[in-house]
C-alpha cells in the first residue's frame, strides 16, 4: 500500500507569496494532521481534520489554512509569506480522529527568501 | 515551559555501546507516549509506544514515569544505522495533536 503522499517536495516562495501544498492520506484513513517543523525543533501541530471537518488548531496566525476534500486528501495553504515560515510541512494521517498512530508523509521543504 | 523538554545531544558513541536519554513533560494528564525516530532531512517515524509497565523492542527499551513524568529510551548493541535523532512525543487523552521534543541527536561510530 502507498503511504502518506506529499506535493510538491521543496518549494522556494518570496515573502509575501502564498503557497498550498498538498497531502494524500493512506488508502482508509480519514485523519489529516498538518505539522510544521522548522530547523533544529521538533515538529509543532498546526491542524487536525477528520470527515472533512476540522477538529483541532494549533498555535498560528490564520494566515494558515486548511481543507480537506471528500477523498480525504488535504491542502494547507499559507498566505502572507514571511520568512519565518521556512520550514518543512509534514502531512500525517491516522485511520480514526486518535491519534494512537500517526503516519508521516516525506514532508515538503519550504523555503521563503 | 515547554511541553516536551529533551536533551539534545549530541550523544556519540561507539559501535556496540549502550545509549540512554530521557524526556520530561509537563501536562500531567498525558496519556500517550511515543518515541518517534527522524533521520537528516526525512519524516518522522514511529519507532515505539511507551507503556507505563516499560517495554523492548529488539535492542530498544522505553520506560515511562508518570510519578516524575518522564520517559526513556536505551540503545543497546548500538549500531550505524541508529545514528538518528530520536524525538519523544506525548498525547493527551482525547487530544487531537501530538506534542513532539525538539530531539536528542545520537550518532554511532564505527
Known amino acids: 500500500d502507498a503511504g502518506v503522499t506529499q506535493s510538491p517536495t521543496h518549494l522556494i516562495k518570496t515573502r509575501g507569496q502564498h503557497v498550498t501544498l498538498r497531502c494524500s492520506p493512506i488508502s482508509g484513513h480519514k485523519s489529516v494532521s498538518w505539522y510544521q517543523q522548522v530547523l533544529g525543533q521538533g515538529p509543532q501541530f498546526i491542524f487536525q481534520y477528520y470527515e472533512k471537518e476540522e477538529r483541532g488548531r494549533g498555535n498560528f496566525p490564520d494566515r494558515f489554512s486548511a481543507r480537506q476534500f471528500p477523498n480525504y486528501s488535504s491542502e494547507l495553504n499559507v498566505n502572507a509569506l514571511l520568512l519565518g515560515d521556512s520550514a518543512l510541512y509534514l502531512c500525517a494521517s491516522s485511520l480514526t480522529i486518535s491519534t494512537d498512530t500517526q503516519y508521516f508523509g516525506p514532508g515538503t521543504r519550504l523555503t521563503v527568501l | 515551559r515547554k511541553e516536551v523538554e529533551q536533551d539534545p545531544g549530541p550523544f556519540n558513541v561507539p559501535e556496540g555501546a549502550t545509549v540512554a536519554f530521557n524526556c520530561t513533560y509537563s501536562n500531567s494528564a498525558s496519556q500517550s507516549f511515543f518515541w518517534y525516530r527522524q533521520d537528516c532531512r526525512k519524516e518522522p517515524k514511529l519507532l515505539m509506544s511507551?507503556?507505563?509497565s516499560g517495554n523492548e523492542d529488539g535492542r530498544f527499551t522505553a520506560q515511562l514515569n508518570r510519578a516524575s513524568q518522564y520517559i526513556s529510551l536505551l540503545i543497546r548493541d548500538s549500531k550505524l544505522s541508529d545514528s538518528a535523532t530520536y524525538l519523544c512525543?506525548?498525547?493527551?487523552?482525547?487530544?487531537?495533536?501530538?506534542?513532539f521534543g525538539a530531539g536528542t541527536t545520537v550518532t554511532v561510530r564505527a
Open positions: 511507551v507503556y507505563s
Open positions: 512525543v506525548v498525547n493527551m487523552a482525547n487530544d487531537y495533536k501530538l506534542s
